[in-house]
């Protein structure tokens, strides 16, 4: 059997290089007590933002100076734990940040309470005396927009200050999943023997044409989660209703408009996005299901054939090397700046490629102020992670374009609009992979790849979300959220977004253990509002070319200068109307259709 790697046994070409933040442990070591010496050139500023417009930008500037080089000490931290959770200095490392973080937060949380205490109209005010003061008028809005909300002065302080205590049951999980979980080893049909993970099961195994070796990891999967359903049970239960007092606290109506007015979205969009994908998308995905049944030849479907390869002799293999030009002539559209970017990541070791023990799961884009993205994969060598990798690059060309427009304080966009450039990516590269081919056996597998992105955001992240929406509502009710009330709550949506195509067993059930995106607020459903902007963008700039790009490239550059919506509307799509997500729905349905007709004639 061969061995998972150890993280000191991967080859370092095939890791991020992470000296460009810092160039040993003993650089961050000083950069950390840099930072935290350097606070008092924020805290000097306490009690002075009443004596005019020019003391408080001084303030916020030296607020964002500062911050940028605690998200870079930050983030080393944090990317090194994602790397290997097994490493025991990796964990002091990433608890020693977030212990600074803390400090962080609380030694400057005056800033708010203090600028929000001054007179009515005096911060509108400072806006028109010091013109320099118009590179911060988005923070000052949305200072201002959370007001009703702002506890006292002191109450802030002290919240701030239990940071680290507040965002534990996101470390317990993150640490318990990369650090504590196994898996037992499991065969192939040919009796052979394979290394099992949570990561090889999610980005190999999941996807197995090998019906024996695919239900082998399942059950492995399966019983390995199980051991830790109670105590995650519990981690997430705390986190809900964590949340619960705390939008109690803060006066808002519940922890889900606290969270929405925290992207800037309303209770009406973030309502349509659930309500029209879910409904309006379940038939056509039930056919693509019951498709997948009958072509494998399979009994019952369960859980883990969802992904099973519809034509498992056809997969198109790709080097990292060969998926560099791929990706490179696919978003080329987007102009030699853009592509630049994606050239230096390719090229530079933005990107952490290699499964090993104790590496994060599945995929993200971590933007460094003053650095650089950093990117996280499991790289398989087939075109599927060509395009999985083109997603997160999407990621890190936004992050990019904005912090080069724009300053720090303005560079990121709500978690709304977050998923809409990655999403884009994807689809350039999947075009271009179409045009260079004639041959109808690939542009059935590229709708096939279309589909699983699709499927994992329109129809996974999106049931989580809405297992999000049910479980806050109980919450809210005051019932405690537990293991059992997960899995029935899981259940029950899967069933009814299902129907009897899908066997609803254990493992189905359990799905709920599987992501981190539970412990950042309302992030499940934001993929779907992302895929939604994407995808209307994406046709607009297959149908007018240039224009299409000029105003996405806008949109890239604005980061978070405007409101989720707003810049979607920048972008041509409106998502204050339900219209662009039924569209995409129907392109997804279209896709269903290929793929269908193309096996019934095949």
Known sequence: ???????????????????????????????????????????????????????????????????????????????????????PVNQEMLGRSSAAGAQFAAQTAFVRSEALALPDGTLERYLEEEP???????????????????????TEKALASLGEILGSPS?????????????????????????????LYESVYEQSADHVLRRNAYASF?????????????????????????????GHESATHMFLHAQEVSEEVYNNVHDVILTELAPHMRRYAKLRKDVLGLDKLLYCDIEAPLDPD???????????????????????????????ALNNRWIDLVENVGKSTGAFCSTVP????????????????????????????????AQRYQRLTNSRSSMFFVEAPSTINELLVANYIKSQTSDIRMERWLAMQLLMTYYHNFVRHLIEGELQRRVYRLAEKGQTI?????????????DQYWGDVLEIDLGAKLTWMRQPHYYMGLYPYSYSAGLTIGTAVAQAIFEEGQPAVDRWLTVLKAGGTRSPIELAHLAGVDMTSPEPIRKAVAYVGSLVDLVVDSFRDS
């Open 1 to 87: 059997m061969k061995k998972r790697l150890a993280r000191q046994d991967v080859p370092e070409q095939l890791t991020w290089n992470l000296t460009d933040i810092f160039p040993s442990e003993e650089a961050w070591e000083m950069a950390l007590a840099r930072v935290l010496g350097d606070l008092h050139t924020v805290t000097d500023y306490q009690g002075r933002l009443a004596e005019g417009a020019t003391v408080l930008l001084d303030c916020v500037e030296a607020l964002e100076a500062l911050s940028k080089d605690f998200a870079q000490v930050t983030s080393y931290a944090y990317l090194k734990q994602s790397t290997d959770g097994t490493d």
């Open 132 to 154: 320099r003061l118009k590179d911060f008028e988005r923070y000052i809005q949305r200072l201002l927009e959370g007001k009703p909300f702002l506890l006292s002065p002191e």
């Open 171 to 199: 470390m317990i999980y993150n640490r318990s999943k990369a650090a504590d979980m196994t898996f037992a080893a499991i065969e192939d049909s040919e009796g052979k023997t394979h290394p099992m993970s949570f990561a």
């Open 222 to 250: 399966v019983d390995g989660l199980k051991g830790y359903q109670n105590t995650y049970g519990a981690t997430w239960g705390t986190e809900v209703r964590k949340n619960v007092v705390m939008a109690r606290l803060r």
């Open 314 to 344: 056809f997969a198109p293999p790709a080097t990292f090397e060969s998926a560099k030009d791929i990706i490179l002539n696919g978003i080329s559209v987007l102009g030699e700046e853009y592509r630049e970017i994606i050239h230096d």
């Open 370 to 401: 003053g650095v650089h993205p950093y990117i996280l994969v499991t790289w398989t060598d087939f075109v599927r992670s060509v395009l999985l990798l083109s997603h997160e690059l999407g990621h890190a060309g936004h992050g990019v374009l």
């Open 482 to 494: 537990t293991a059992t009330t997960l899995s029935h709550l899981q259940g029950e949506i899967l």
